[in-house]
């Protein structure tokens, strides 16, 4: 596992995207694995950036995202479809049709969990996926549990995790209760993984996590500790417990 700590938020992004700019430099064909939420907000600026002003390239680039909230098409704001669409992909000369996020509008949720990941497969997996974490630690939507899910898979979102999103909504009850999120195993079939950790809120679970040497599925992202192309990049403030 590759840990590196950034001054602040801006350079964590910056480090990040580098990261993925030699990919996408090396592999024009690449497939990442995406996520939404704050945090990989400024990678993705600065892809934007790379692609307006150096010319990156994403014409034959393939995107996977790792959740959507079920009950949101992808014109609703809050959809994680439109979230990828306003902060990265309306931005670079990406084609749509390569870009996927699961439909949360689904009429038979189960099989369509089971196509997507038969989807990722199909295309060559996951290159290089990007990765938040919850303050409870989750990765994608895999909440802490006893067990879990391998493939992707339909979750009920915990209550520290509705909280810690009803800052993007109107109220707290908006927030849906449920949503596709990738499997634990879908997400360590990648290649490679960055863990992105920003800000204070993410310092208590990045102790756990960095501190003690075990896996645990009560806290998702430590499974990450068993593959064998990690790269973890916080920011001061993440690390400061
Ligand atoms: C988002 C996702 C989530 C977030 C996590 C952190 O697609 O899968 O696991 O990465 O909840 O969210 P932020 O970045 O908003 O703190």
């Known amino acids: ?3 590196f700590i950034e001054k602040d938020y801006d350079a964590l992004s910056k480090r990040a995207a580098s ?5 996408i430099s090396k592999k024009e064909d690449i497939i990442l694995g995406l996520a939404t939420g704050s945090t990989p907000i400024g990678t993705y600026k ?3 950036r790379a692609h307006k002003e150096d010319g990156l390239d994403f014409s034959k680039v393939k995107t996977f995202n790792l959740d959507e909230y079920i009950g949101l098409d992808g014109s609703h704001p809050n959809s994680y479809r439109y979230f990828m669409d306003e902060h990265l992909f309306n931005h670079i000369n990406i084609d749509k049709s390569n870009t996927h996020v699961p439909d949360g509008k689904a009429e038979d949720l189960e099989a369509y969990c089971k196509e997507y990941d038969r989807l990722i497969e199909e295309s060559g997996g996951i290159d290089v996926q990007i990765l938040g974490i919850g303050s409870n630690g989750h990765i994608a939507f895999n909440e802490p549990a006893e067990e879990l899910s391998l493939g992707t898979t339909v979750v009920r979102l915990k209550e520290s995790t509705i909280r810690d999103n009803a800052r993007f909504f109107n109220s707290i009850e908006e927030v849906p209760k449920t949503a596709i999120s990738m499997g634990i195993g879908s997400i360590m ?4 993984i960055i863990l992105l950790a920003s ?7 990045m102790a756990k996590l960095l501190k003690n040497d075990v896996v645990t599925t009560q806290i998702p992202a430590s499974l990450l500790k068993l593959h064998h192309d990690v790269t973890i990049i916080v920011d001061e403030d993440a690390y400061s417990e």
């Open 1 to 3: 596992m590759k840990l």
């Open 19 to 23: 990261i993925l700019i030699e990919e």
């Open 46 to 48: 600065e892809l934007i």
């Open 189 to 192: 079939k990648a290649r490679k």
């Open 199 to 205: 800000g204070k809120n993410k310092a208590e679970i």
